[in-house]
């Protein structure tokens, strides 16, 4: 991460990339953003001119001129921007909601003026786990997690499939993207083992592998078969089953039930060699074939199949097996093609356990 997206705004405002200013009609004008990236609860210094403070100017994520749905951005104060000559504004605004991606700034004055569009961009990013303060700790232990691009609200933190308890944002950073700690307790329904790390907000999830050795349980059940994660930035949940296949090579597969994508009705599969899942090692990543994400539809008429083994962009990871359930996380891009119409894009990410077929 550079530099300029570290500093604290108004150390920003020095360094900001003034690309050609944005003018509108009305004389409204962004010179610039003090920052290029962030995430919920974030904030964009916004350099302009012309600018007024009644009626309070409204600000959009936009992208090719439209409002990103499922966006939304809240004007936190107007002012004169130190060294703009005195004619230069500081519109400081903080995301609220926002979908992962690359978008322009777009400033709308009072109603009947022509809005000004940034020429810089801004990116909404998913949060990174850095590490943990230490690798092993009994259940109800305390740890601290250091984070990048969680903003100023506290992320959900998951221990294996077990949701941990974020007690206290020790660090806020600065602008909300920089390197957060947070204190994060072991919960006590983990059985013990070797578990991964997720780190999840509404934009996102980031997971560290084989991160925290647990002990000092009295819990030996992982819970019931699921799959939960993001399909194109929205959530789901959903329970499972599990059953063998009859393919060349064995292999289990996790079928999550009905509903899951937009506009389609089917079963999500997450599929990966047995023979890893009782064996080991943990945690293990599959990049190919025969480990695959697959989404069915089972609209009539709706014959088509998502895959990401089609468009070779994915990761499965097996972290952990406990008393035939199997814990891993999965992520990647699902391609569909339908007849000549150019292919369609899906990306998903999320984790899930399986309950390993009986009698093997």
Not at 110 to 118: C, H, L, R, W, Y
Not at 165 to 192: M, N, W
Not at 240 to 265: C, H, N, R, W
Request: charged share 20%; net charge neutral.
């Amino acid at each position: 991460m550079s530099s300029v997206r570290s500093l604290p705004l108004a150390c920003l405002l020095a360094l900001a990339v003034f690309a050609s200013p944005a003018a509108a009609g009305d004389g409204l004008v962004i010179d610039g953003l003090t920052s290029t990236e962030g995430s919920l609860g974030s904030r964009i210094g916004i350099l302009c001119e012309g600018v007024q403070e009644k009626p309070k100017p409204k600000v959009f994520l936009v992208s090719d001129g439209q409002k990103v749905k499922g966006t939304k951005l809240k004007v936190m104060s107007l002012g004169l921007a130190p060294g703009g000559g005195g004619t230069q504004q500081l519109l400081v605004v903080e995301v609220k909601k926002a979908v992962r991606g690359t978008y322009q700034v777009l400033v709308q004055g009072p109603k009947g003026s022509t809005p000004a569009v940034s020429s810089q961009t801004f990116e909404v990013v998913v949060p990174i786990a850095d590490g943990l303060s230490a690798n092993t700790a009994n259940v109800g232990d305390t740890v601290v997690l250091s984070a990048r691009n969680v903003g100023n609200r506290k992320p959900k933190v998951w221990i294996g499939n077990k949701k941990a308890k974020v007690q206290e944002l020790i660090d806020a950073g600065t602008e909300g993207v920089v390197t957060q700690q947070f204190l994060v307790r072991i919960p006590t329904s983990i059985p013990d083992g070797t578990w991964p790390v997720t780190l999840e907000n509404k934009i996102g999830m980031d997971m560290l592998h084989g991160a925290i050795t647990t002990s000092g349980s009295k819990k030996t059940n992982l819970g019931k078969p699921g799959i939960t994660g993001l399909v194109d930035g929205q959530p789901f949940r959903c329970s499972a089953k599990t059953m063998s296949s009859d393919f060349d090579t064995p292999e289990v597969i996790i079928i999550q039930g009905l509903g899951g994508l937009p506009g389609s009705i089917g079963a999500q599969l997450v599929c990966f060699p047995l023979e890893a899942a009782l064996d080991g090692p943990f945690p293990q990543v599959f990049t190919a074939l025969p480990a695959d994400l697959i989404f069915v539809n089972l609209l009539p008429g709706g014959d088509v199949t998502w895959r990401a083994s089609d468009f070779g962009n994915f990761e499965l990871h097996l972290d952990n097996q406990h008393f035939g359930r199997v814990v891993g996380s999965y992520k990647g891009t699902l391609i569909r093609i339908i007849g000549t119409a150019p292919p369609e894009f899906l990306e998903v990410e999320g984790r899930f356990v399986g309950e390993l077929p009986e009698g093997i």
